[in-house]
């Protein structure tokens, strides 16, 4: 079950925009309250050293102006211990202590080198003076850790003429430590209060993404709603652009494409199977019907073969449709591989013409060639020289088949100093209606004039022939007026100099 779920949670877009939220509202909590900790403990470091630094102005004063000795020095040390918390020892100008704060915490005293002089801070010393002392005199102050294992900040300094008439040296040392609890104290509860604003900023932004992302995932679940409506009688369903978001109106615009193609499709298939029906169903007939009489009682051997030999043609016939169809499904489906090879025009057109002379004669109808190409320019194109005799076969059998009895069918290829193709196949014969030119091309399509002369033809001749000039990367168009048919192809090859 916890793994169903963990796979529920990867896969939901709403989940996922839910802890998104929830990620960046942590990383953008912990680096603010991270750089807020900074901020604080540095402020606070810069307040307990401008209080140390005014308290040493202010000893600096009170032992200036001190005139009753050691006794009220030591009474000045004990009262700003008790008052600011600062430990101060004063020793002489070798080192030696002579008087100190009764708690005193702190290290050993430094070398005279390690003195900051008293004297260089104003009576109003501020954060800017702070900071300029800091600067010039680095080793004023530090950090120390304690015995007793706290943290102390040190100030060590220089008072001189303190009190000539009070017994003290002329050249006092000082050194000041400040226990840093106060900034621990401070820093802990800033920590806290940062880790609980992490924990509201998790929840309110996890909640906030789920219902974030549920509101913007409407147009989503309504693309889904539309799929799900789709079925073989409702292909017409299409998404309304004017309300789907930027973000979703390529997507939404991808999706009603795919239903153009997918209702294109099915209109086809659904032509498809009502074409190859009926085209089946003719010689099926036939055949039943030929066989069921010359069943109806006994015949001699000739009438047996006449009905073999009715029945092989019909055969042959249907053996042709499901050929095609076979050539026409591979191809869609990308499975016939080109075997392209230079195919010289004037030996190829000539030799196709010829399979066709003797059915031209039956039909009483001419037939002729020609190959022309431009100055310098080889009549040489490169193709598959077996698909583009198929498909120039099926366009001479088409124009001879709806020509007029006397007329003549023209075959002319032309070759262009660009090494561009163009073959037209010309017949004069019943002019197809403009409406139904592009529609020639189409698998079973027949104009409906011709649909008597069905048995000739299985209506795949011409689709096929689109097919080849697809994958060849041309193209097949007819233009049709006055009685004039033209069927014209263009294949782009590259430029062969003759010579």
């Not at 050293?49 to 600096?60: A, G, I, K, N």
């Not at 219902?211 to 409407?218: D, Y």
């Not at 292909?235 to 795919?258: K, T």
């Not at 097949?476 to 048919?485: E, F, I, K, P, Q």
């Amino acid at each position: 079950m916890m793994r169903v779920g963990r796979w529920r949670l990867r896969r939901s877009m709403t989940a996922r925009i839910g802890i998104s939220f929830a990620l960046v509202a942590f990383v953008l909590v912990s680096t603010c309250g991270l750089l807020l900790d900074r901020l604080v403990a540095r402020e606070l470091r810069d307040q307990s050293e401008l209080e140390m630094l005014s308290t040493l102005v202010f000893v600096q004063q009170d032992l200036s102006s001190l005139t009753e000795g050691l006794p009220a020095a030591q009474a000045l040390l004990d009262r700003e211990e008790r008052r600011e918390r600062l430990h101060l020892r004063l020793t002489d100008d070798q080192g030696h202590v002579f008087l100190q704060s009764r708690g005193f915490v702190g290290p050993a005293a430094p070398a005279p080198s390690a003195i900051f002089e008293a004297s260089e801070l104003p009576p109003d010393a501020g954060l800017v003076a702070l900071r300029t002392v800091r600067a010039a005199a680095r080793a004023a102050t530090s950090e120390w850790r304690g015995p007793d294992g706290l943290n102390y900040r040190v100030l060590r300094g220089t008072i001189r003429g303190a009190g000539p008439t009070s017994g003290l040296p002329g050249v006092v040392r000082v050194v000041m430590t400040s226990e840093a609890a106060k900034t621990r104290e401070v820093r802990r509860g800033e920590r806290l209060r940062l880790l609980a604003s992490l924990g509201a900023a998790l929840i309110v932004a996890g909640g906030l993404g789920i219902v974030i992302a549920r509101a913007v995932l409407v147009d989503a679940r309504r693309l889904g709603a539309v799929a799900g409506r789709i079925g073989a009688h409702a292909l017409n369903e299409r998404l309304a652009l004017d309300d789907v978001p930027v973000e979703l109106e390529e997507s939404a615009q991808a999706f009603n494409r795919m239903l153009d193609r997918l209702e294109a499709s099915f209109d086809r298939l659904s032509r498809f199977s009502a074409e190859v029906a009926h085209d089946l169903r003719t010689p099926i007939g036939n055949l039943l019907g030929e066989a069921q009489v010359a069943l109806s009682r006994e015949r001699e051997a000739a009438e047996y073969r006449v009905v073999l030999e009715s029945a092989v043609e019909e055969y042959e016939r249907m053996s042709r449709m499901i050929g095609n169809m076979l050539f026409l499904a591979r191809s869609d489906n990308g499975q016939t591989v080109l075997q392209r090879e230079p195919v010289a025009l004037d030996r190829l057109v000539p030799r196709v013409v010829s399979y066709f002379e003797f059915v031209a004669e039956e039909r009483r109808v001419g037939l002729r060639a020609t190959v022309h190409a431009a100055p310098g320019v080889a009549a040489v194109i490169v193709a598959d020289e077996s698909l583009l005799t198929r498909a120039l076969g099926n366009l001479l059998s088409n124009a001879l088949r709806y020509a007029v009895e006397g007329t003549e069918v023209t075959l002319r290829a032309m070759v262009d100093a660009e090494g561009n193709c163009r073959i037209d196949v010309e017949n004069v014969g019943t002019a197809i209606p403009k409406e139904l030119q592009e529609r020639v091309f189409e698998r079973f399509f027949r104009v409906a004039t011709a649909r008597e002369d069905s048995a000739a033809g299985s209506g795949l001749g011409l689709a096929i022939v689109r097919s080849i000039m697809e994958m060849h990367g041309g193209t097949v168009s007819v233009a049709s007026d006055t009685g004039r048919t033209v069927f014209t192809l263009t294949i782009r090859t590259p430029n062969i100099s003759g010579g």
